[in-house]
C-alpha cells in the first residue's frame, strides 16, 4: 500500500531548529516529486519546498529559502526537512505530498497543492520564544 509517513515534529525555540521526515513507500519515492506544505488552521495549506528524487534538485519558497533544507535518503526511502533558524511564523502542521511517479518537479506547478496524488497525515511543529 503506498503511504507517506511524516515524523519529527515538536516544539522549539526562535532560532532553533528541528528535522522533519518524511517515508515513503517504494514506489511513491520513485523518480518522484515530493514535496512539503503547512498549514495552520483557517488558512491554505502553503507550499514549502519540493525535490525531485530522481536527481535530488529541490525548490523551495521565497520565506524559507535560506534557512531550510530538503535532502533524501535514498536507501531508506526518505525525504528530510532541516528547518533552522526558525521563527514563530513557521509554526504549522507539516506534510508531505507525491505526484506520481516518474514525475520531476517543474517550477510550474511544484508549489500548487492540487498536483499532488499523495498526501502524509501530518506533524505538528510549534516555535515559540
Known amino acids: 500500500q503506498e503511504h507517506l509517513l511524516e515524523s519529527g515534529g515538536g516544539s522549539a525555540e526562535v532560532g532553533g531548529s528541528l528535522r522533519l521526515s518524511c517515508a515513503a513507500s517504494?514506489?511513491?519515492?520513485?523518480?518522484?516529486?515530493i514535496a512539503w506544505f503547512r498549514q495552520v488552521p483557517g488558512k491554505e495549506r502553503d507550499a514549502v519546498g519540493a525535490v525531485s528524487t530522481g536527481d535530488g534538485r529541490a525548490r523551495y519558497a521565497d520565506s524559507v529559502k535560506g534557512r531550510f533544507t530538503i535532502s533524501q535518503d535514498n536507501a531508506n526511502k526518505t525525504v528530510y526537512l532541516q528547518m533552522d533558524s526558525l521563527r514563530p511564523e513557521d509554526t504549522s502542521a507539516y506534510y508531505c505530498?507525491?505526484?506520481?511517479?516518474?514525475?520531476?518537479?517543474?517550477?510550474?506547478?511544484?508549489?500548487?497543492?492540487?498536483?499532488?496524488?499523495?498526501w502524509g497525515q501530518g506533524t505538528q511543529v510549534t516555535v515559540s520564544s
Open positions: 505530498a507525491a505526484e506520481r511517479p516518474y514525475t520531476q518537479c517543474s517550477p510550474n506547478w511544484w508549489a500548487r497543492e492540487s498536483r499532488y496524488k499523495f
Open positions: 517504494d514506489y511513491l519515492f520513485s523518480t518522484n516529486c
